[in-house]
Nanobody, 122 residues
């Protein structure tokens, strides 16, 4: 089992920045890929970014490329999502997920955090 705990969400004005953190514990070796997903009210969950603990695979959704950056600190078992130039459309609950492979499809991730709310005001 892998436990994931997100933090860092909040309320920010458009154009501002936030950094989300995802602390992993447990059998993290069984979850070599870590992803961020988000779900806005009334919308389906969507992929944001993924990274492998080795750092050799990173990918972003087109909607966040150039604004968001995913990183990891393997010593701390923590994955980060730096979000810059935030827009009202980025408002959502952001979830951290862990799985066996770096993919953009949420159902292939086995472990999920509880989510953290990000609200961007215009």
């Amino acid at each position: 089992q892998v436990q994931l705990v997100e933090s860092g969400g909040g309320l920010v004005q458009a154009g501002g920045s936030l950094r989300l953190s995802c602390a992993a514990s447990g059998r993290t070796f069984s979850s070599p890929a870590m992803g961020w997903f988000r779900q806005a009210p009334g919308k389906e969950r969507e992929f944001v970014a993924f990274i492998t603990w080795s750092g050799n695979s990173i990918n972003y959704a087109d909607s966040v490329k150039g604004r968001f950056a995913i990183s990891r600190d393997s010593a701390k078992n923590t994955v980060y999502l730096q979000m810059n130039s935030l827009e009202p459309d980025d408002t959502a609950v952001y979830y951290c997920a862990g799985g066996p492979a770096p993919v953009t499809v949420g159902r292939y991730y086995r472990y999920w955090g509880q989510g953290t709310q990000v609200t961007v005001s215009s």
